[in-house]
């Protein structure tokens, strides 16, 4: 069969993003929410693009890297032109992410006909990935359009791999400085050279991407060791503690990428405290099988193989080996479902082949009753996917249902406190405080703002426990030091809460002395400090 002609894969992609818009109608007029605050609105280093600006967002140790934790110039030269078009209308954002990843998913059928899946396989693996409920995190949080633009690049850069070697690496290095998840693709190319049998000068053509991934790796690393392994609460865990809750993650991952069963924002799973935990049970089983069989299909030289790569490579900086902030989130799923989705079509054929040696079946009629079967789920998928991104239209809606997901967890207390606070229970509302403080809960900036605590400002209570909150943020905050002044102010806020004024002090000075934009605002609010302590 030939190849789709451009007409064709022009007319898909309309197709796509005309239903995409249709999936993400409810998160379109959302709102600024969490990071995208900080990315955007706040940003002062995207709202003006003169030669000085675009060479502070090229720059990795610029303050624009140093303000948002990330050496990803290309994410931030996104916004910067959003900005210039769309400004404070938070619709344009959602329409570029919606159609971005629209296009991604018109890639994801391309590559997988590229390995010669069948034309009807390749398209129902790419809906099943345009529709999948875990990535509406990716699409309707607005910062996250740095995922979508990553695998998009990385995807078209393996497209053109091996044939045009420095476009490819080209467009691999713009994946990397969008987001540097991008280095999935690296070992995907070297296993598809692998299982290709390839000859030397293929194996040449990657000498650019292991230059180019060296390079965002070195430039990426200082931030994410200052930000990205901020404590979790995983880490207080002792060593079998945490690795059990490792697998369990792995678990939920597999069940919420097969299933969609899980999918939430702010996900807070408990710790497997137990080897008989069901999380970590079920996780080691789906690791065992995944592991036997990813090395099955490489020592054969299958091309199944290069998928199990793709996921493999795609989940190793998530699984928590290396805990971070962050134990587990929808949108880490975004780079590892078409990995996924790949080796599943491949793991379906051969059971179809199976079965048609040992019953009366023919292969290609258990496979028709697969793809029957999953393109009913798709459809259950995109109904999920159309409820989920009402979840993404504020803060608010985005609390509740990390709350509902996650009673006991830390958005769920809050709740709990806020709700208690406005009901004129302040007894609860300190309680619940209290329990947020004891479980290390550090963000006092936000509590302070809150106006639904507004009736226990002024109370010995709540003083106690917000100085317990500046506490946590000054024990679990690392302070570098070629650290920011927001964050130098942040912790000297966070030190005169807690009562050390001569600590507060030295950080407001330092982060005043660093200068920049916000330098004449922190001076005030040193200033304001010292004459209320008066």
């Known amino acids: 069969m030939p190849p789709p002609s451009w007409r064709t894969w022009l007319a898909l992609g309309a197709a796509t993003s005309a239903a995409a ?11 600024f929410i969490s990071d995208d605050i900080n990315h955007v609105p706040n940003n002062v280093h995207i709202q003006t693009l003169d030669g000085e600006r675009l060479l502070a967002l090229l720059d990795p140790r610029g303050q624009p890297a140093r303000a948002t934790s990330n050496y990803a110039p290309v994410h931030l030269l996104i916004h910067a032109a959003q900005w210039q078009v769309f400004g404070l209308a938070t619709r344009g954002y959602h329409v570029t992410n919606v159609l971005l990843h629209a296009c991604v998913s018109v890639l994801l059928a391309a590559f997988y006909l590229s390995a010669g899946l069948p034309r009807a396989a390749a398209l129902l693996l790419a809906a099943l990935f345009f529709v999948h409920p875990a990535n509406v995190e990716a699409v309707a949080w607005i910062f996250q359009v740095k995922s979508i633009v990553a695998l998009g690049l990385s995807v078209a850069a393996l497209l053109w791999f091996p044939r045009r070697p420095l476009a490819s690496a080209l467009l691999f290095a713009l994946a990397l400085l969008a987001k540097i998840s991008a280095l999935y693709a690296l070992p995907v190319a070297a296993a598809r050279l ?8 293929a194996w040449r053509a990657l000498g650019p991407w292991v230059v180019v ?3 965002g790796s070195l430039a990426e690393l200082p931030l994410f060791q200052r930000t990205g392994e901020a404590p979790s609460s995983y880490q207080i865990l002792d060593l079998g503690e945490r690795l059990r809750s490792t697998v369990a ?4 991952y597999v069940a919420m990428a097969a299933t969609s069963y899980g999918v939430s924002p702010s996900h807070e799973p408990p710790p497997a405290t137990s080897f008989a935990d069901a999380w970590f049970l079920f996780g080691l089983a789906a690791l065992a099988a995944i592991a036997v069989r990813a090395l099955w299909t490489l020592r054969q030289r299958r091309l199944e193989a290069v998928f ?6 795609s989940y190793a900086p998530v699984s928590q080996v290396f805990a971070f902030i962050y134990p587990m989130a929808d949108r880490y799923l975004y780079f590892i479902l078409p990995g996924l989705l790949g080796a599943a079509y491949f793991l379906v054929r051969d059971l179809a082949q199976a079965l048609a040696r040992r019953t009366p079946l023919s292969a290609q009629s258990v496979l028709t009753g697969a793809g029957v079967a999953a393109a009913l789920l798709a459809v259950a998928f995109a109904a999920h996917t159309r409820q989920q991104a009402f979840v993404w239209r504020s803060e608010a809606h985005v609390m509740r249902e990390a709350a509902r997901r996650y009673p006991n967890g830390i958005g769920g207390v809050y709740l709990r406190a806020r709700t208690s606070a406005q009901s004129g229970d302040l007894a609860g509302a300190l309680a619940a405080l209290d329990e947020l403080a004891d479980r290390g809960y550090a963000v006092f900036v936000a509590v302070d703002r809150d106006a639904a605590f507004a ?3 002024g109370s010995e209570e709540y003083q106690r426990v917000f100085r317990r909150m500046a506490a946590n ?5 690392p302070v570098a030091p070629n650290a920011k002044p927001s964050e130098l102010r942040g912790m000297g806020l966070a030190h005169w809460l807690a009562g050390d004024p001569a600590a507060a002090e030295g950080f407001y000075r330092r982060a005043i002395e660093a200068g920049g934009p916000d330098a004449d605002a922190i001076r005030a609010e040193w200033e304001a400090l010292r004459r209320q302590r008066r």
């Not at 818009?21 to 709102?31: E, F, I, S, W």
């Not at 692998?194 to 000068?201: C, D, K, L, S």
């Not at 943020?473 to 905050?477: G, N």
């Open 21 to 31: 818009l249709l999936l993400y109608a409810g998160t379109l007029d959302g709102q």
């Open 194 to 201: 692998f299982v290709e049998r390839a000859p030397a000068r």
């Open 213 to 215: 991934a060296l390079a």
């Open 249 to 252: 993650i792995a678990g939920r």
């Open 308 to 313: 199990w790569v793709w996921a493999g490579a």
């Open 455 to 457: 009736p226990l400002r």
């Open 473 to 477: 943020w000054i024990a679990a905050t």
